[in-house]
Nanobody, 124 residues
Framework: QVQLVESGGGSEQAGGSLRLSCAYS????????MAWFRQAPGKEREGVAT????????YYADSVKGRFTISQDNAEKTLYLQMNSLKPEDTAMYYC?????????????????WGQGTQVTVSS
């Protein structure tokens, strides 16, 4: 079991930055691939970024590549998403997720643990 709690969302103007955090807790020694997903109103949830347990492998959606950075602090059990050069199309509910599958993936179905989400709104 993994519990995930996101924070750091809010409102920002286009071109600005926000950093999302996800505190996670687990009662097992399993290592998880962690990811950020987002869902805009009327759209499907999409994978934004994924990171391996070691932090050495990452994946980014084309829409955020070069602007967003995923990272984690394993000692503090916290996942981060640094979002720079924000655009109005980044407006969405952002979710933290964890997968026990041993591969870098951005498929929603591969993630069994989810946080409650944090809203990000970017105005033009």
């Amino acid at each position: 079991q993994v519990q995930l709690v996101e924070s750091g969302g809010g409102s920002e103007q286009a071109g600005g930055s926000l950093r999302l955090s996800c505190a996670y807790s687990t009662y097992t020694y399993s290592r998880y691939y962690m990811a950020w997903f987002r869902q805009a109103p009327g759209k499907e949830r999409e994978g934004v970024a994924t990171i391996s347990p070691s932090g050495l492998a990452t994946y980014y959606a084309d829409s955020v590549k070069g602007r967003f950075t995923i990272s984690q602090d394993n000692a503090e059990k916290t996942l981060y998403l640094q979002m720079n050069s924000l655009k109005p199309e980044d407006t969405a509910m952002y979710y933290c997720a964890a997968s026990a599958l041993p591969r870098l993936t951005a498929r929603e179905a591969d993630f069994e643990y989810w946080g409650q989400g944090t809203q990000v709104t970017v105005s033009s």
